[in-house]
Every structure is written in structure tokens, then in C-alpha cells.
């Protein structure tokens, strides 16, 4: 039989008793997939058809009048909603993450339709192999994307 790294006695197995716990573990950790830069990033936000109408806007300084949305798809809708948490840097695409008492903790790049399952899909192999809630709190600390959470929940 093959002499494992550690013995059993020594290993010790333990899971998060909370999300405290498990969010304390995960912003720990500083992996973030590394075949994604942000001159991929904009490149792919720019062809993206669900972004461009909420690039364009931002770049305009001009948020749709609330009657015109229904012209645009359902996830461009849903990225005007919080319109002031939009930013463009050096053309890229981010949400401020707001905590409840309106202090921003960190930008999140919006994820184009094209780059999603590819980067959360590395996000979670370079964690580790952590579960879903593991991988879900370290991609909201990177990434944002409507539908995210669920849409990591399938992946994972």
C-alpha cells in the first residue's frame, strides 16, 4: 500500500460551520483565473449585445428614460436597474459592490455572455474544487452578471 502524504490520524477534515467561516476562508484566497485579462474582458464586452446598450449609455452619461427599456434585451434591463453602481474604466465594464450602508467595498467586471462559463468554470478549479457556496462568494467578490448566482449554482 502506498504511504499517503499525511497520516489519517494527522489529517484533519473540517468544513465551515458557517458562512462567516466560509467567507472569512474564501476572501482569503487570492486565485483568480489567469487566462482572463481585461483586454479579453473588453474585447468581449464590446461585441456583447446585452452590454453594448449599457456601454453606450455610460459612455453618453445618459441613462434609457424608464419607458424606453422594454426595447432592450431583458439582461441589459436588468444592468440598467442599478444604474449608479455602473462605472467604465479604461473601457471596461464594472459594478460597484455596495454594502448596506452605501460603502463600496470592491469593483466586479461585468461578465459578457461569451466569457462566463469559461471563467467560472477556471474560478472554481483554481479554488480548489471548493463547493458552490465557496465559488459563489469568491466570484461576487471578482465578477458580476445577472442571473449569476444560479448560473454558477449549474456549474459547480
Not at 2 to 18: M, R, W
Not at 73 to 95: I, Q
Not at 116 to 127: G, K, Q, T, W
Not at 139 to 149: D, I
Request: contains cysteine; negative net charge; glycine residues 4%.
Amino acid at each position: 500500500m502506498p504511504e499517503l502524504p499525511v497520516s489519517p490520524d494527522e489529517a484533519i477534515h473540517t468544513s465551515p460551520t458557517n458562512d462567516v467561516t466560509a467567507r472569512t476562508q474564501v476572501l482569503g484566497i487570492t486565485a483568480e483565473p489567469t487566462s482572463l485579462n481585461l483586454d479579453k474582458i473588453h474585447e468581449a464586452q464590446s461585441v456583447d449585445d446585452n452590454l453594448q446598450p449599457v456601454i453606450q449609455a455610460l459612455v453618453n452619461k445618459m441613462k434609457p428614460p424608464q419607458g424606453s427599456l422594454h426595447d432592450y434585451h431583458e439582461e441589459a434591463r436588468t444592468l440598467f436597474s442599478p444604474w449608479d453602481s455602473l462605472v467604465l474604466e479604461e473601457d471596461v465594464l464594472y459594478r460597484r459592490y455596495h454594502y448596506l450602508d452605501g460603502t463600496t467595498e470592491y469593483l466586479q467586471v461585468v461578465l459578457p455572455v461569451k466569457l462566463r462559463c469559461s471563467y467560472v468554470e477556471r474560478l472554481h478549479a483554481d479554488l480548489g474544487h471548493f463547493g458552490r457556496v465557496k465559488t459563489c462568494m469568491a466570484l461576487a467578490c471578482h465578477a458580476y452578471f445577472p442571473g449569476w448566482h444560479s448560473f454558477t449554482g449549474m456549474l459547480v
